[in-house]
């Protein structure tokens, strides 16, 4: 009967381990947001942006990365934070979107953290003082000591790049 329960709770904990995904955790004015490392293609340094006339604040303007032409996005500034693009030091997290290459400007890339986005809470107290549209939002999570929200990164492009 012992064998059967210990074989039940590490049947129980690998189940557990495979429902964790690996996040990328991504600094934007004092908050920190994580998106699935899988929708990430590349992370890089601050390049200058070719401005695009009429776009909204939040689009810091167009990048060629190796050829290919990059819309990047200002995380912060989507999210009504400061503008990470601000930082003289932001990095650029290149993701893919409806099979384009698309970028977000965050202030600083942290670090890879596990999480299972299936299941995070939706932390009232945290979204409110955040004022995020909760249509980008996957839910409230946290790792070690830092409380981060889980963005969907399609939804924030979605909207702008359709």
Sequence with gaps: MHDLQTQDA???ALAADAALQRIVLLGVGGHWFGVAIGAIREIIPPRPYTPLP????????LINLR????TVIDLGARLDLPA?????????VVLEHAGRLVG????EVSRIVRAD???LEMGADLLRSLRIDRSYLLGVG???DRIFVAVDPDEIFRPILA
């Design 10 to 12: 590490a049947h129980d």
């Design 54 to 61: 009429g776009s909204e604040p939040y689009v810091c303007g």
């Design 67 to 70: 050829g290919r032409i990059v």
């Design 84 to 92: 990470a693009s601000a930082d003289p030091d932001h990095s650029i």
């Design 104 to 107: 977000l400007a965050v202030q």
């Design 117 to 119: 986005l299936e299941n």
């Design 142 to 144: 946290e790792t070690d």
